[in-house]
């Protein structure tokens, strides 16, 4: 199995869970995939009682038999996912986890840079 960086995931592209992960919060995204394989991923959560928190990770991408797997460094952890390639402005991803039922969907939007 060999790792590919696949360029059509390279660049920024932003995204959001629309509150589907933890009730009462909702994530936004702006995702940085470098050509080297490794990303920064910048977050600001939205809370019910209106209070924002802003966090960050690093960490590496690739994919494997069409599937595609990011790393977090923060929490040594890597999630694995279905991907479609909806446009090549937007992918759609679903996580593989054979532990839920209801796999958390998503999906990236290019941002176009001038």
Same mark, same amino acid.
Do not use: A, C
């Given at each position: 199995?060999?790792?590919? #960086?696949?360029?059509?995931?390279? =660049?920024?592209?932003?995204?959001?869970?629309?509150?589907?992960?933890?009730? =009462?919060?909702?994530?936004?995204?702006?995702? +940085?995939?470098?050509?080297?394989?490794?990303? !920064?991923?910048?977050?600001?959560?939205?809370?019910?009682?209106?209070?924002?928190?802003?966090?960050? !990770?690093? =960490? +590496?991408?690739?994919?494997?038999?069409?599937?595609?797997?990011?790393?977090? !460094?923060?929490?040594?952890?890597?999630?694995?996912?279905?991907? !479609?390639?909806?446009?090549?402005?937007? #992918?759609?991803?679903?996580?593989?986890?054979?532990?839920?039922?209801?796999?958390?969907?998503?999906?990236?939007?290019?941002? #176009?840079?001038?």
């Amino acid at each position: 199995m060999t790792k590919i #960086i696949d360029l059509r995931f390279v =660049g920024k592209w932003k995204g959001s869970d629309e509150g589907k992960v933890l009730p =009462g919060q909702t994530n936004f995204w702006l995702m +940085n995939r470098k050509s080297n394989g490794t990303f !920064e991923i910048f977050f600001e959560t939205h809370y019910e009682n209106g209070t924002i928190e802003q966090s960050s !990770e690093t =960490g +590496n991408w690739y994919v494997i038999d069409n599937v595609f797997y990011e790393y977090r !460094e923060s929490d040594n952890h890597t999630d694995t996912y279905q991907f !479609e390639f909806l446009s090549p402005q937007i #992918i759609q991803y679903i996580e593989i986890d054979p532990n839920n039922q209801n796999p958390y969907m998503f999906k990236d939007y290019k941002l #176009i840079e001038n």
